[in-house]
C-alpha cells in the first residue's frame, strides 16, 4: 500500500497527553483520512466494523474525540452520526 496523509501534530500531541486507548488512534487516523477529502463525513457502524471496533466502542471513541475538541459530531436518530474533523493542518506547498 502506497498511501500517505498528514497527521496534525496537534491531533499527535493531544492522543498522547490524554492517554488515547487503541480505538480512539484508530478512530482519528481513520478520521483523518478521510477527512482529505471532506471535513464532515458520516461514521457508521460498518465502517467502525470495518475497523474492528464496535459500536459502543465507537461512541466511547467519539465522545473523548469531541471532548478534546479534535471533532465536532451530530447524532441523529435512526442515522450514523455526522463528524466534523477540526484542527487540519493547512495545504502544503507542492515544493514545485
Do not use: C
Not at 480512539?24 to 487516523?29: E, H, I, R, T, Y
Not at 477529502?37 to 471513541?61: C, D, Q, T, W, Y
Amino acid at each position: 500500500m502506497n498511501r500517505y496523509f498528514k497527521f496534525p501534530e496537534m491531533w499527535r500531541q493531544t492522543l498522547i497527553e490524554q492517554g488515547a486507548t487503541a480505538t480512539d488512534w484508530l478512530v482519528a487516523v481513520d478520521l483523518l483520512n478521510r477527512a482529505k477529502h471532506s471535513r464532515v463525513m458520516k461514521f457508521s457502524n460498518e465502517r467502525a466494523a470495518a475497523l474492528g471496533i464496535s459500536p459502543s466502542s465507537k461512541r466511547r471513541s467519539l465522545n473523548r474525540l469531541a471532548a478534546w475538541s479534535l471533532i465536532w459530531f451530530r447524532s441523529r436518530k435512526g442515522g450514523s452520526p455526522m463528524v466534523t474533523v477540526k484542527w487540519l493542518d493547512k495545504r502544503q506547498p507542492s515544493g514545485r
